[in-house]
């Protein structure tokens, strides 16, 4: 203490304290999003495999209802984004049209949809991954496979929603034709599962909300919920998402998972 | 107690598998307006300008043992009012299929898609044109197979065994659109003494390497495509049918990147064909393909549509004794996918002729309705055609078509 400080030099280390200390802080904030990430994601691991039946209802702002019919199969591969089959039963001019998704971490996914009219398997452009899914207010890549990998992450705060105790966290996705700047994701702090997620669109303006409703937990370890619902803010269209049927550890396999099954999916 | 036996019940449903059984399909009326009166061109024919006709696909499939069992049957009708040739009926599908591990088998009436282009499918080769229903070469006859595939980490092995052999589909003599010289279907000939009986037998492999799908084929036997040998009939100029054997190969491969779709159709085919100078059948060799790429624009303008853009080239080198329309052609489409809840879509196609000058368009639009409806409309035109090629026939064909579908 023995040091004459002059004032402006007190001055200037304080500046380059703060200079160091708000990218420390910012560090912070982005191990910690990505930490409550890869919590999140750690305790849904080791399902192996999964399969549902969903409704979708289609609503749009003058009240109008359109359902549709989906049965889905999920293959978790270690190390990669998810394998997953969707077949179609309703609408009826589309039954029986499959699709069949390789998602990947880093990698643009692959897709194949199989037509039955034509019997014919078309391997897809994986691009539209913002277009909406089957007319929904769901985006492809709103339901495909969440691989920590497809975002970069953020802490933001702690908050009480409708009572549940959760982390705010914000993801950035890393993929480049994403149709999003931003998602804010409330998760759960004692589960670490998703409450509500909103989405912003390329214009960083609030697009959706997604709320999840009647969680429950299967096998003692995975949360699924019952009811989805997404509510697009910009168009007043919404679309709930029921889900029945939860069935994990089916014995599923990498063959359930290709072109030939793909042409088979009942 | 009563938790064991409606556990021991669960698990022998669980065990038994109970057989699913599903009945689905459509009901549809067919409007086809036709913009020019017909050509005087043939005696006897009274061909009209408005075409109604309706027609039924329905579809009964069961299966049991966790779904490696199935047999699947469907069947199509359909009622023209005024072309007896259209009004006809199809067993499109008819058969049992059991998978095995890695093995899969097929025996019965069925339908195989092999291929990646768009304007034309020259790969597709296993089951005949169902011609009368559409001049788009996408309706197909149900063809009878054996088909034994095996698959391994490295592709896919088909076999194929297909003992009967259907005959192509030809409009009536009062049908429309009509060519030039009217096609008989009544009398069709075979260079097999075996006619519709002679065993044909086919092969493919399929495989990929990374974002490279490909599929090698062989097929020998009866040439789906036949023939036309010129013939008087009733003093009429006629055209019959004639169904060489011949041996094809062929490639198909797709290549996928993160935004382009290129396509890729290679066939090499030995057959025989009509010649003229010395009026007979000689042997021949030719080698056609199809090769382009698709584009999509997702959400253009900001919207949530999606814009393909597709563009392919045609070619075959007989050059101007091709049977095929497509000897020396390009193909623009325009794919519009609306991705609303009515599944909206609409195609527009042009294909020109760059030996010849033509042009032919094709638009489809649909749409779903009432949840369990959907109209679609088709038009095509052939503008422009020239009269030295065969499409020349069509000049006074251009149509427009709506279907009414109740789907179930």
Partial sequence: MKFNISTSLKYSLAITLNLLLIPAAIADDAARGLEIATETDRRDTGFIDLTAEMVMELKNKQGQTNTRQVRVKTLEVEGDGDKGLSIFDTPADIKGTASLTYSHALKPDEQWLYLPALKRVKRISSKNKSGPFMGSEFAYEDISSQEIEKYTYKYIKDETLNGIDTFVIERYPAYKFSGYTRQLVWINKKEYRPEKIDFYDRKNVLLKTLTYHGYQQYLNQFWRSDVMKMVNHQTGKSTTLTWKNYQFKNGLTDSDFNRNSLKRAR | ?408
């Fill in chain 2, 1 to 408: 107690m009563k938790t064991r036996i409606s556990s021991l019940l669960i698990s022998t449903l669980i065990c038994s598998s109970p057989a699913v059984a599903e009945w689905s399909g459509n009901f549809s009326l067919q409007n086809r307006y036709f913009f020019h009166s017909p050509l005087p061109l043939i005696e006897d024919s009274s061909q009209e300008q408005y075409y109604p006709s309706v027609s039924s696909e329905v579809e009964y499939y069961t299966d049991w043992d966790n779904q490696d069992r199935s047999i699947t049957i469907k069947g199509f009708l359909r009622l023209d009012q005024y072309d007896v040739e259209r009004t006809h009926g199809d067993l499109r599908e008819f058969y049992y299929q059991y998978v095995f591990t890695d093995w899969e088998l097929r025996m019965g009436i069925s339908k195989v898609y092999w291929g990646v282009t768009e304007a034309q499918h020259l790969v597709d080769i296993i089951n005949q044109n169902d011609a009368v229903e559409n001049i788009d070469n996408e309706d197909k006859l149900g063809q009878p197979m054996f088909m034994l595939s095996r698959e391994l980490d490295s592709g896919t092995v088909n076999v194929f065994v297909l003992p009967y052999f259907r005959e192509r589909t030809f409009k009536g003599i009062d049908g429309r659109p009509a060519t030039t010289s009217f096609i008989d279907s009544n009398f069709a000939s075979y260079e097999s003494s075996k006619e519709q009986k002679h065993i044909d037998y086919a092969a493919r492999w399929f495989s990929y390497l990374d974002d490279l799908e490909y599929g090698l084929s062989v097929f020998s036997g009866t040439s789906r495509e036949p023939v036309l040998l010129p013939r008087i009939i009733n003093s009429n100029n006629t055209l019959t049918p004639y169904y060489p054997q011949m041996t094809q190969f062929a490639l198909d491969a797709q290549l996928t990147t993160e935004e382009w779709l290129y396509k890729l159709e290679l066939i090499h085919r030995d057959w025989q064909q009509f010649d003229f100078n010395q009026f007979k059948l000689v042997d021949t060799r030719f080698t056609a393909l199809t090769a382009g790429f698709e584009y999509t624009i997702v959400g253009i303008m900001q919207s949530y549509a999606d814009l393909g853009i597709v563009m392919e080239y045609l070619y075959d080198d007989r050059d101007h004794e091709s049977t095929n329309l497509f000897q020396n052609d390009v193909m623009l489409g325009l794919r519009l996918a609306m991705n609303d809840s009515d599944s909206s879509e609409a195609l527009l196609g042009i294909i020109y002729d760059m030996d010849y000058y033509e042009r032919a368009v094709s638009l489809e639009a649909k749409r779903r309705f009432m949840g369990n409806w959907t109209a679609e409309l088709e038009a095509r035109f052939f503008s422009n055609t020239n009269s030295q090629s065969i499409t020349h026939g069509l000049r006074h064909e251009d149509f427009l078509q709506l279907d009414l579908s109740y789907h179930f």
